[in-house]
């Protein structure tokens, strides 16, 4: 088990709505990153968190946005939920932009009806 | 889209067995990581190899790099039932953002 919890577990959501997902990072790292895991798939890098500034994004909407707190916890928001945004959400930590390990958490299991 | 291809997308062995599997990806890297998923849940980071390695070894893991071919591969040795996981390979460039494969699903049978 990694020191990275997110919330909620479960989460079913409807077309339209908008969606705020939780982590916490591991003690002592200030890097955090989301993908999103479609089913069947490898993730897919979303952005990244660097200190409380976003330190670059992949290929997806403005829809998709996020925030890092003083703590180094961080919030993934999702609007105008679609269903291909169904998938499992994992964030992952890290010690900075150079430690090239990243620690996963159990991530947050969205469905979009 | 996705960096790397593994290959092949689903493994069946019996427990005991070698478990092989590769991953090819397209472009430059600083490294090169290897990590499980069981069932949908997070993922557990295994080996990572830097671009200027040619081989790792981690308990019964063992990873190759070949710069020149864009290619990796990962063995796991004596397979075990608890082995039975989704394994990606992940690149890393400059910022440590990873870009996964589409993964291989291995199945240890006991």
């Known amino acids: 088990e990694t020191g990275v919890t997110q919330s909620p577990t479960h989460l079913i959501k409807t077309r339209g709505q908008q969606v705020t997902l939780r982590c916490s990072s591991q003690?002592?790292?200030?890097?955090v990153s989301w993908y999103q895991q479609a089913l069947g798939q490898g993730p897919q890098f979303i952005f990244q968190?660097?200190?409380?500034?976003?330190?670059g994004r992949g290929n997806f909407p403005p829809r998709f946005s996020g925030l890092q707190f003083p703590n180094y916890s961080s919030e993934l928001n999702v609007n105008a939920l679609e269903l291909d945004d169904s998938a499992l959400y994992l964030c992952?930590?890290?010690?900075?932009?150079?430690?090239?390990?990243?620690?996963f958490g159990p991530g947050t299991r969205l469905t979009v009806t | 889209s996705q960096q790397g291809e593994e290959d092949p997308q689903a493994l069946s062995i019996q427990e005991g067995e070698n478990a092989t599997m590769n991953c090819s990806y397209k472009?430059?890297?600083?490294?090169l990581q290897w990590y499980r998923q069981n069932s949908g849940r997070g993922l557990v980071h295994l080996i990572l190899?830097?671009?200027?390695?040619r081989e790792k070894h981690s308990g019964r893991l063992r990873v190759t790099l070949d710069t020149s071919k864009k290619s990796s591969s990962l063995l796991i040795t004596a397979s075990r039932a608890a082995d039975t996981a989704s394994y990606f390979c992940?690149?890393?460039?400059?910022?440590?953002?990873?870009?996964f494969g589409g993964g291989t699903r291995v199945l240890v049978k006991p």
């Open positions: 992952a930590s890290s010690a900075g932009l150079a430690a090239y390990e990243q620690y």
């Open positions: 003690s002592g790292h200030n890097t």
């Open positions: 968190y660097y200190r409380e500034e976003e330190n």
């Open positions: 472009t430059s890297i600083n490294n």
């Open positions: 190899i830097r671009s200027n390695e």
């Open positions: 992940a690149t890393g460039a400059a910022g440590n953002k990873l870009t």
